[in-house]
Every structure is written in C-alpha cells, then in structure tokens.
C-alpha cells in the first residue's frame, strides 16, 4: 500500500467502513425483528426498512436512496424511543455515520 494515493486509501477505508455500518445496521434490525412480541409488532416495518435502506446505502448508485430511507427510519425510531421516555443519542451517532458515508463518497470521487 506505500504505492497508493492518499485518495485512492480513502476510497478503501471508506469502502471498509460502509460495509461494516450496512452488516451492523442489518444485523441490529435482524435482531430487533427476532425479538419482537405480538405487543410490538408495528416494530417490525420499521427493521425492514431499515434492512432494505442500509442495503441501498451500500452500493453507489442507490446510496442517497439508501440515506433518505435511514434517516426516515432513524428519526421516527427516535420519535417512538424518546416516547417510550428514552433518549435515543444512538440514533443520532447512526444518521450521522449514514451521512458521512454518503458525502465523504462524493468528496472522493
């Protein structure tokens, strides 16, 4: 890697970390589905939006798509928790990763 360009590394780097925040998203909503009780089932369209949303975030040509479902997904995830009497900074961190992926793609092309 001595070779690479500074840009060229930042494209790997952000590449690595997009995948790891898509299979964390996906694995948490994969969760949250298993877990769900009859009493939270409106739960479980929301995991599935965020599944289908973060898939969309990891390819290019779907990622801003992929962006605008996760923080719809994130904010209302948030409006439900910060009900239930929580705060949900989690989120915050998640949409704020979400949107980093997204502009640091487009500053590296």
Not at 18 to 28: P, S
Not at 36 to 65: K, M, N, Y
Not at 88 to 96: D, E, G, N, R, S
């Amino acid at each position: 890697m001595p070779n690479d360009s500074p840009n060229a590394s930042a494209v790997r780097v952000l590449g690595a970390y997009r995948a790891t925040f898509v299979g964390c998203i996906v694995a948490l909503s994969v969760v949250t589905i298993a877990r769900q009780s009859s009493a939270h089932a409106h739960i479980v369209p929301i995991a599935i939006t965020e599944i289908v949303a973060a898939l969309l975030l990891l390819f290019r040509p779907t990622q801003r798509a992929g962006l605008v479902g996760l923080l719809v997904v994130f904010a209302l995830a948030g409006a439900i928790t910060v009900a239930s009497g929580q705060w949900p900074f989690h989120l915050v961190l998640y949409a704020a990763s979400a949107v980093t992926i997204v502009l640091l793609d487009g500053a590296t092309r």
